[in-house]
């Protein structure tokens, strides 16, 4: 352990929709290379904290501290609207369950992997096409294919491209909404399987929202299952699978079907 | 000359399970339990079914989560108690010193063999070719047939899995295995080659707690047999 301050310290992160709770008192530490999963059913406000940290959503209460890039610390609940988008531009990475909400449909696939780089001050055009390309070979992704623009992708090449288009300026941190949701089951285990070897490689650090259990055992450490806006367990990933403690996490658990 | 430091020393440990779905029942299982562990000691745990064997071997790992006690571990030159280890912590000591072979393998669709048995030595820092040799060679000494190297484990036969569950177990060299009946589906040549593992393992200072139900693997390695409920205080 090198680095011994948390990436990402969150306390108190509360959120109402007028009368309706959308989260409230959350609180973890994310540690550099640690990936966290967020489980929950619909409702359980996994997305809603997700939606907080991202500075999508504004909150009622709590605070998030983030390690920048640039080596001091921000509440990244309370940035101003143009500094949290430069902060998602130079230490964040979005992966959303959509892959339309995370890609340009008009731009080419290269062009999707080499905006962000452009966006960060790369010039040379040559290293940055060759950068995409090195990422579609990593996503599986016909490097022939590098000008067609991602309407004529299916799905899974979609998610895959948006996966390349978020991670191609190494962020810091890694939001992840239901990655795999979206997907047919033989598509899910290709993008899980490339997921798990970026996270290693790279040594990513994420949060990542989704229901399916076997994506958390798969992709993450440690677990924090929500339940009505509250985190009702958290805990090592195998553990938290293997010895639930609280009975909606017990529920949870045991609801699953084991092919 | 100092006195050698118990590698895993494990203090008035209690375990029960309480199934919330069955009205809160709680099942009992490890009370009170005391063991203490030195390094080159392999210690076989002997109780029926169900009396706890893997639970206790899975506490220590800190996969089962315990109501009280401690458990403390040699590790990087210091001792952890794994029972208040942060989830960070744990997961070090997963890597550097407490290994584990269950019965069953968790493999991954499209992942070959031989990286499903050199990732816990790439998690150390290894480069991938010396720890893709490393892995060829067990493989190769537990009898996995080459041919069979490069595809996923997923479609292999129980023996065949649990031989790969075994080399990926000891690949690493890890100072404390924890072993849930790492022979239970093998052929006799293949469970003699395991005892051979388990055996060099002791041979190198390392500290084994085990699960053998088969009676001549257990004598072949164990150097002490404890009985469960032997550990409990009265």
Redesign the interface.
């Known amino acids: 352990m090198i680095d011994e301050r948390p990436l990402l310290s969150v306390r108190g992160l509360t959120k109402y929709y007028g009368e309706h709770l959308g989260c409230r008192d959350v609180g973890f530490d994310l540690w550099p290379g640690e990936v966290l999963g967020i489980v929950g059913e619909s409702g359980s406000g996994k997305t809603t904290v997700l939606g907080c940290l991202s500075g999508r959503v504004p909150v009622n209460g709590g605070y998030a501290n983030f390690q920048t890039r640039a080596g001091g610390v921000v509440d990244v609940l309370t940035l101003t609207e143009a500094k949290r988008r430069r902060l998602a531009r130079t230490d964040w990475g979005f992966v959303h369950q959509n892959p339309q909400d995370g890609l340009r449909m008009a731009v080419t696939a290269g062009g999707n992997v080499g905006e962000p780089l452009m966006a960060l001050g790369a010039r040379h055009y040559g290293r940055v096409r060759d950068e995409a390309l090195d990422w579609l070979g990593r996503m599986e992704i016909d490097r022939e294919r590098i000008d067609d623009v991602p309407a004529t992708f299916s799905g899974g090449m979609q998610q895959r491209l948006q996966i390349a288009r978020s991670l191609v300026t190494r962020p810091r941190l890694v939001f992840m909404d239901e990655p795999t949701g979206g997907l047919d089951v033989s598509v899910q285990a290709r993008l899980l399987d490339l997921l798990r070897a970026l996270v290693r490689d790279l040594g990513l650090s994420a949060i990542i929202v989704t229901h399916d259990l076997a994506v958390t055992r798969l992709l993450t450490q440690r677990l924090l299952v929500m339940r009505r806006g509250e985190v009702v367990e958290s805990g090592l990933t195998d553990q938290v699978l293997d010895d639930p403690q609280h009975p909606y996490s017990q529920l949870l658990v045991s609801s699953v079907l084991q092919p | 000359m100092t006195a050698v430091e118990p590698a895993i020393e494990i203090r008035r440990l209690v375990k029960t399970?309480?199934?919330?779905?069955h009205g809160g029942v709680e099942l009992a299982v490890l009370r009170d339990l005391n063991l203490t562990v030195y390094p080159g000691e392999c210690v076989a745990l002997r109780a029926p079914s169900g009396a706890g064997k893997s639970t206790l071997l899975?506490t220590i790992y800190?996969?089962?989560?315990p109501q009280a006690g401690t458990i403390r571990v040699r590790h990087a030159d210091g001792n952890i108690d794994m029972v208040t280890a942060e989830?960070?912590h744990?997961?070090?000591v997963r890597r550097r010193t407490i290994g584990y072979v269950s019965q069953f393998l968790?493999a991954?669709?499209?992942?070959p063999t031989v990286e499903v048995v050199m990732e816990p030595l790439?998690a150390l820092g290894v480069a991938a070719k010396p720890a893709a040799a490393r892995a060829r060679d067990l493989l190769m000494r537990l009898g996995i047939p080459e041919r069979l190297w490069s595809l996923s484990p997923v479609t292999f036969s129980g023996g065949e899995q649990q031989r790969v569950n075994v080399a990926r177990g000891f690949i690493a060299e890890l100072p404390i295995l924890l072993l849930d009946e790492p022979t239970a589906s093998l052929d006799v040549a293949s469970r003699d080659r395991v005892v051979a593992l388990i055996r060099e393992a002791r041979e190198r200072g390392g500290t084994i707690v085990g699960i053998f139900h088969d009676a001549d693997v257990r004598d072949a390695v164990a150097t002490r047999v404890v009985d469960l409920a032997d550990l409990s205080a009265a």
């Open positions: 399970f309480v199934v919330h779905a899975r800190a996969n089962y989560k989830p960070r744990v997961l070090a968790r991954i669709p499209r992942v790439r």
